[in-house]
């Protein structure tokens, strides 16, 4: 993700203008995991900005699902965005629960991708096997279901990651905030329009966890993605955009 605006403690994306759409990035997921969405809504009447979350450079009493939820809020008051749309993929989609949750009348709508919040075996239950590079690239390949996706590139990043003793902390931190910040007793009270779109070959949150979401979620709508795995808005970037855009402008208040 090129273009990357510095703004006082913000760094993010920013494309379009119109009705913002804020994306909230995964643990192991980087900006660009987001290209096709960035590259397309600026077209369609949306401003699309991701900002780059703090989940490394928080002090770690800060390292939580509800301090990045908070994060979140700052950020939007700092950008001067009264509501948004909020899309967030794996913990990103559980810190766009979590602040529909505490800000209800700040979100336009919620899409949730493969989202953290009522399943956490996905949370660096077993990150610990630090140095073993062909463990880490296993693991980044079962987020695909094509797992030719997961470059060496995508593979080293992680492997950087997990090998870096405070990032390794600070993830075992927030797979453990994550865990604590379960939302099963919440959801049936979130009245905001949801999306939920979902990879049907996802292993990191299977397809029930999705059904778990819908059941739960009063105003939300179920959509499958087939031969995807884990980062549909990556792996089916084109799919992704068609479902999110005619959820738009069908359930969303989004002009």
Not at 59 to 73: Q, R
Not at 196 to 222: C, M, R, Y
Request: charged share 25%; proline share 5%.
């Amino acid at each position: 993700m090129k273009n990357l605006i510095k703004d006082g403690k913000y760094e993010y994306f920013e494309a379009g203008e119109g009705t913002p759409i804020i994306i909230l990035h995964g643990l192991m997921g980087g900006l660009s995991n987001f290209d096709g969405v960035a590259n397309y809504f600026p077209q369609k009447g949306y401003k699309v900005v991701i900002p780059q979350m703090p989940l490394y450079t928080q002090n770690i009493l800060k390292t939580n699902v509800k301090s990045f939820a908070v994060y979140v809020k700052n950020f939007m008051n700092h950008k001067g965005f009264e509501r948004a749309i909020l899309l967030g993929n794996s913990l990103g989609g559980h810190v766009a629960l979590y602040f529909t949750k505490m800000y209800p009348e700040r979100v336009r709508g919620l899409v949730i991708t493969g989202s953290s919040g009522l399943y956490e075996s996905a949370m660096g239950d077993s990150y610990p096997k630090r140095g073993d590079y062909e463990y880490i690239k296993k693991k980044a390949e079962d987020v695909f279901y094509d797992p030719a996706i997961a470059t060496k590139e995508i593979i080293d990043d992680v492997f950087a990651t997990v090998n870096d003793r405070i990032k390794l902390i600070k993830t075992l931190t927030i797979a453990k905030s994550a865990i604590r910040h379960n939302m099963a007793k919440d959801l049936p009270k979130m009245h905001v329009p949801t999306a939920i779109i979902w990879g049907k070959q996802d292993k990191v949150t299977p397809p029930d966890v999705a059904e778990e979401f819908h059941k739960l979620l009063p105003n939300s709508t179920l959509y499958w993605i087939d031969k995807c795995g884990h980062a549909a808005m990556m792996e089916h970037p084109d799919e992704f955009n068609r479902i999110l855009e005619e959820w738009l402008n069908t359930k969303a208040e989004h002009k």
